[in-house]
T-cell receptor, first 111, second 112 residues
Framework: NAGVTQTPKFQVLKTGQSMTLQCAQD?????MYWYRQDPGMGLRLIYY???????DKGEVPNGYNVSRLNKREFSLRLESAAPSQTSVYFC??????????FGQGTRLTVV | DQQVKQNSPSLSVQEGRISILNCDYT??????FLWYKKYPAEGPTFLIS?????DKNEDGRFTVFLNKSAKHLSLHIVPSQPGDSAVYFC???????????FGTGTRLQVFP
């Protein structure tokens, strides 16, 4: 029973490089989310997807793109990484307004 | 503009005593509230929730209180245990949306 699986767990990027964070859930949830966690800032919503084929901006979408590939998978892309994007990224899924289930996180460092 | 605020970054409580974590919100469209617990290097895990039609929900040692007029909720942990030491986030769903908005978190330390 995997729940929400994120890959990779750790990543170091150089400024300007691109990468995609992958997320998959096996709970048949319609809604999926990407958050970033920074010291003193809590968990901030980057993008979310209410259903397959739809995506919406959250609180801090600049510098990111997302793709809801199918019901299970929701990816987050950094086209040109910046040091300000150094953070821990969490993917989550839910059937609102029930509780959301989170992955283990991806620790990203941009140098 | 932080819609969900936890004004205490940290809280230290002796084992066996009550821990009270507070959360304030500004958006009157929020109608369902949740508390999450997070250990280092792990994802947040759900703890307890409350609907806006209630003012209290209890689950074992954890009780959440909601004061809608004050736009305030609190989490009470009684008795506190060392294993409760973690960061606690409150979160809110807005009515008729799929956005789940989190607060800034409170680090709870329970000491013997």
């Amino acid at each position: 029973n995997a729940g929400v699986t994120q890959t990779p767990k750790f990543q170091v990027l150089k400024t300007g490089q691109s990468m995609t964070l992958q997320c998959a859930q096996d709970m048949n949830h319609n809604s999926m989310y990407w958050y970033r966690q920074d010291p003193g800032m809590g968990l901030r919503l980057i993008y979310y997807s209410a259903s397959e084929g739809t995506t919406d901006k959250g609180e801090v979408p600049n510098g990111y793109n997302v793709s809801r590939l199918n019901k299970r998978e929701f990816s987050l892309r950094l086209e040109s990484a910046a040091p300000s994007q150094t953070s821990v990224y969490f993917c989550a899924s839910s059937e609102p307004p029930r509780e959301a289930f989170f992955g283990q996180g991806t620790r990203l460092t941009v140098v | 503009d932080q819609q969900v605020k936890q004004n205490s970054p940290s809280l230290s409580v002796q084992e066996g005593r009550i821990s009270i974590l507070n959360c304030d919100y500004t958006n009157s469209m929020f109608d369902y509230f949740l508390w999450y617990k997070k250990y280092p290097a792990e994802g947040p895990t759900f703890l307890i929730s409350i609907s806006s039609i209630k003012d209290k929900n209890e689950d074992g040692r954890f009780t959440v209180f909601l004061n809608k007029s004050a736009k305030h909720l609190s989490l009470h942990i009684v008795p506190s245990q060392p294993g409760d030491s973690a960061v606690y986030f409150c979160a809110a769903w807005a009515y008729n949306t799929d956005k789940l908005i989190f607060g800034t978190g409170t680090r709870l330390q329970v000491f013997p």
